[in-house]
């Protein structure tokens, strides 16, 4: 085959021969008209070399030769389809061609609808050539058009070994900081920057981000302010500039002037999706509710833009929709569309099952059977991995079951730090509090970790179970005080402390706080769910206006919307066999949620004990290995009164695990209901003994000695508990008071006194 060079085709350095400068006798084998029209190109008569190409290319079918020059000859006219077509007819005759092989890899820059095949010409390339660090480096930028970062950083950590070219300086930066390092992106930006050659156009809004990113927003802003200034019209670039402008401006806290550099952007088809993305981090930043209906509506036009939109756009859809209750429904859709095209996608059937969860389409024990089906194996592509990882720590955990699928991407190596959190959350509902602060103190000490104010939610829970409630308290209060941006946390804070407020004893503060949740929050029909619960708790209201609330809810709510607060109502409210149609229809959705299982069951107690008790049993003969299992078996059986049948689960749940602090005191409960007090203070003294700050636990002794008759040693115990939450800072709760007045009233009606508050 005859050999071109030096034609025009930019960027490629396959070395080859001159038409004219090649032996006389070998030039003899290319037919004239071939070299008659090479010879026109060379001139630099370029439609003229075209038209004598194509004749020659009709005229000689099998010429690789006049293929390769009409190929070329279009590029250097700006016809680029027909050039790509014509490479690919070359490919198809000669797969191994290296000058196409390479001009396939340059095209697929130019348009993400080739980025994958340019990437597969390139590999064939370097599959020929491992030494060809110029393919290799095309290789690394299109792999980073495609997001594959770990391919991308792979072919990069190679070509940056041997003296890159300023070229692959910009691309390298470009994909590290897109990649999410920020700070290696920043380091070859500057290395780029000393060779002299500034950085502009779309590199530039890399570099912002790089900046941004590194903490330095302001310098930022003054790079892509400097590109604006020298846009002449509203073209690609200079809709990316603002779209990153914006951006640049929110992180320095200029929210006006980030939603008035996209002001202009507004109605302009070619800029629909780069509004939708970055006033959705507007939202996102500020939690302006006001923006999500725009973002919502631009996220639509952008996929009714084309009739068959780009996957990764489908997926960016899906994953902001799901985020947004009211378009669910929609995300779910194009999950579904996605694993039409995508069946082994684990991180899509990852979502789609989370979505169906929250929807109410599955049950919670179908979605951990599912889920654990996915998730094992765990995948052995680092990639695929690192993405499983991110969905996974994305979602609410199904359960402490799942902690050898987090520990094992931990191990593996993924670099995700939620993933602690995530850890952290299920090791607390396994009642692990230490291994649970230990989790959270590796997520604190990331970079991400140290911003994020989650962790002080779920520190004072764990405070909150260890029995340290004002220390709970004072840290939601310390979150409410800052006033954070990010209301999902100050709604958590001031429901966590309400929560306290009613451990407390303290349930008017608890309902004021309730109050201001709902003023905050008016749009939230949930919150009205969980105040109608605290306020029947406390006696504030009755059960026929509990009831009420309810009832008005499954009028006004669609049938899947079943958030935890409807479950807590219906497990705060007493059983009734007019709301066992609702005990069934949720416990089909949750069949493990203990509160809704201990009213269906009280119901059924209420005209056949006997079914009750065998219902019970067939719960737990659904999963008798798992311990939770004999939980539920266990409190079940109290609500029933059937005390030999709790003992039984509490006893073989210890016996499996004789330090599981919650079975020692729930068996200690039930001993003190069986007035077997040796035995139930045995219990409550070892269950104390693993967490000597569990509030419950101290109050059950103090209990114990009363029923016992040791009234002088309920009284010192009462006494040395309030003195301890004084100390501490705190204020005694009003039970401690309550309890240490009644042992006095009976110390008095026992001489013969009347309590002086008795008196009038």
């Not at 008659?36 to 290319?57: H, N, P």
């Not at 670099?415 to 230490?434: H, K, S, Y």
């Not at 958590?492 to 706080?513: F, S, Y």
Request: glycine share 4%; no cysteine; charged share 20%.
């Amino acid at each position: 085959m005859m050999k071109i060079i030096g034609l025009g085709l930019a960027g490629i350095t396959v070395s080859v021969s001159v038409v004219h400068n090649i032996p006389a006798a070998y030039a003899q084998t290319v037919p004239a008209p071939i070299r008659q029209a090479f010879s026109l190109l060379r001139e630099g008569r370029v439609l003229d070399a075209i038209a004598a190409f194509e004749q020659a290319v009709r005229r000689y079918p099998d010429s690789l030769d006049a293929k390769l020059g009409l190929a070329i000859a279009y590029r250097r006219q700006g016809l680029i389809e027909q050039a790509w077509d014509t490479y690919q007819r070359v490919l198809a005759q000669d797969p191994t061609n290296q000058l196409a092989l390479k001009a396939i890899g340059l095209f697929g820059t130019y348009r993400s609808e080739w980025q994958v095949q340019g990437i597969e010409a390139l590999t064939t390339l370097l599959n020929l050539n491992p030494n060809d660090l110029d393919a290799r480096a095309s290789r690394a930028l299109l792999y980073g058009y495609q997001q594959r970062f770990t391919e991308a950083l792979a072919d990069y950590q190679i070509v940056l070994q041997v003296n890159p070219t300023p070229e692959v300086l910009l691309g390298a930066a470009e994909t590290y900081t897109n990649s999410g390092n920020p700070q290696q992106g920043l380091d070859l930006f500057n290395r780029y920057q000393a060779t002299g050659k500034p950085i502009t156009g779309y590199a530039a809004i890399s570099y912002a981000r790089a900046l941004r990113e590194t903490g330095n927003p302001i310098a930022a802003v003054q790079v892509l302010e400097a590109q604006l200034r020298t846009s002449t019209q509203l073209d690609d670039l200079a809709i990316q500039t603002r779209a990153a402008l914006s951006r640049a401006y929110l992180a320095a806290g200029q929210t006006n002037q980030a939603l008035a550099v996209l002001a202009p952007l507004q109605g302009i088809p070619t800029a629909v999706l780069p509004l939708a993305r970055s006033l959705n981090e507007i939202r996102n930043q500020t939690n302006d509710a006001s923006l999500l209906p725009q973002v919502a509506s631009l996220y639509r036009q952008a996929l009714a833009q084309t009739l068959n939109p780009d996957p990764r756009l489908l997926r960016e859809v899906a994953d902001i929709f799901s985020g947004i209750p009211s378009e669910r429904a929609t995300a779910l859709q194009l999950y579904q569309q996605l694993l039409a095209l995508q069946p082994n996608d684990r991180t899509l059937l990852v979502k789609q099952l989370s979505l169906e969860s929250q929807l109410g389409l599955i049950s919670k024990a179908d979605l951990r059977v599912r889920l654990f089906s996915v998730l094992q194996p765990l995948p052995a592509d680092p990639s695929e991995l690192q993405q499983l990882a991110q969905t996974l720590a994305g979602i609410d955990p199904p359960g402490p079951e799942f902690l050898p699928i987090y520990f094992g991407l931990l191990q593996a190596g993924v670099n995700i730090p939620f993933l602690n959190f995530r850890i952290a959350q299920l090791l607390l509902e396994n009642n692990d509090l230490a291994g649970a602060r230990n989790a959270l103190a590796a997520y604190a000490i990331t970079p991400e970790g140290a911003k994020d104010l989650a962790p002080q939610l779920l520190a004072a829970e764990i405070e909150r179970r260890e029995g340290n409630l004002e220390a709970a308290a004072q840290r939601y209060l310390g979150l409410i005080a800052t006033n954070p941006p990010d209301l999902d946390v100050l709604n958590a804070a001031l429901r966590g402390l309400a929560g306290i407020r009613v451990q407390q004893n303290r349930p008017v503060e608890a309902l004021a706080i309730f109050d201001q949740l709902i003023a905050r929050n008016p749009q939230d029909a949930t919150l009205q769910l969980a105040r109608t619960s605290l306020a029947y708790e406390a006696k504030v209201i009755s059960e026929a206006q509990a009831e009420a609330v309810l009832n008005y809810w499954f009028q006004t709510q669609p049938p899947n919307n079943t958030p935890p607060e409807l479950f807590a109502l219906v497990g705060t409210l007493p059983a009734s066999p007019r709301r066992e149609q609702i005990y069934n229809f949720l416990l089909q959705i949750d069949p493990d949620n203990i509160p809704v299982n201990i009213r269906a069951i009280q119901t059924i107690a209420q005209r056949s004990p006997t079914q009750a008790r065998a219902q019970v049993t067939q719960l737990v003969a659904r999963d008798p290995s798992n311990i939770r299992s004999y939980f539920l078996q266990g409190e079940l059986a109290q609500a029933i009164n059937d005390l030999e049948l709790a003992e039984q689960a509490y006893e073989i749940i210890l016996a499996a695990q004789p330090t599981n602090r919650d079975a020692l005191s729930a068996l200690g409960g039930v001993r003190f209901q069986q007035r077997k007090f040796d035995s139930a203070v045995d219990l409550f003294s070892q269950a104390l003994a693993l967490n000597p700050n569990d509030l419950s636990i101290r109050k059950a002794l103090i209990d114990l000695n009363r029923a016992q008759d040791f009234q002088m040693q309920a009284l010192a115990d009462l006494e040395a508990l309030q003195l301890e939450q004084i100390q501490r800072g705190g204020i005694p709760d009003s039970d401690l008071y309550q309890r240490r007045q009644q042992i006095q009233e009976d110390f008095l009606q026992r001489r013969g006194f009347q309590p002086p508050w008795e008196r009038f």
